[in-house]
């Protein structure tokens, strides 16, 4: 069976004020449960779990909406409060899972998604597969997750409250009109047209088309296991 792990940490932590660093586990956290309530179909989501100061791991027993979750999680992060985070997905399997204490579980995907963490340095997304899968099936994860990275790294904070709304819908299955997000637009509502704008230069469309890609290519590979899978 195949699990997706993501473990990250905040870019440029060290910058952030004393005051804005003590509150930042309660963000994490806070933005995680927001974002794990929206999953459709998941009763009791794993927690996430935090650990050196900026850093943090969860693990999703579904690898397909592994790349939903982030989208909403990190324009949760930067829509809220400025943040940016890194981000290294391994999907693969697992030798066993602490429930209570994600970092304490062990397996492939963990210590894969680890050790990816501490090679980013041009990106800030990177997702490994299982060993074992064929090289197209590489090459198209590779690209899903540069075109996921580029759309993020140059939101605006508008562009990505508008993004977490929009991926609100997907993570729920179902589509948030644009009306809808004008309407329930915080701190006051605005336009359609105004959130249409932030969609577009959001590179929305694309992006939901990655995410789709994405669901669509996990589900190829879990259909395929490798010899490592079975």
């Not at 050196?52 to 791991?57: A, E, L, N």
């Not at 940016?84 to 399997?93: E, L, P």
């Not at 492939?108 to 090679?119: H, M, N, Q, V």
Request: charged share 25%; net charge neutral; with cysteine.
């Amino acid at each position: 069976m195949l699990y997706a792990v993501a473990t990250g940490d905040i870019v440029n932590s060290t910058m952030i004020a004393s005051d804005e660093r003590r509150d930042l586990p309660r963000l994490l956290r806070t933005s995680y449960e927001e974002t794990t309530k929206l999953l459709a179909g998941v009763e009791e989501p794993l927690p996430i779990d935090l650990f050196g100061g900026d850093s943090w791991q969860f693990c999703l027993p579904d690898p397909q909406r592994v790349l939903a979750v982030l989208t909403y999680f990190r324009a949760a992060l930067f829509a809220k409060a400025g943040l940016r985070t890194r981000c290294a997905i391994a999907i693969d399997s697992i030798d066993f899972l602490n429930r209570t204490s994600i970092s304490e579980s062990d397996g492939p995907a963990f210590r894969r998604s680890g050790r990816l963490l501490k090679t980013l340095t041009e990106t800030e997304l990177s997702i490994v597969l299982p060993e074992g899968v064929t090289l197209p099936s590489v090459i198209a994860c590779d690209a899903l997750a540069r075109l996921a990275d580029n759309a993020y790294r140059n939101w605006t904070d508008a562009q990505a409250k508008a993004v977490m709304y929009r991926s609100a819908g997907v993570l729920r299955g179902k589509t948030i009109s644009q009306s809808i997000i004008a309407e329930n637009w915080e701190p006051a509502p605005i336009t359609q047209q105004a959130v249409a704008k932030h969609l577009s230069r959001a590179e929305w469309e694309s992006l939901n088309l990655t995410l789709s890609d994405f669901q669509r290519l996990i589900s190829h590979i879990q259909e395929r296991p490798t010899s490592a899978q079975k």
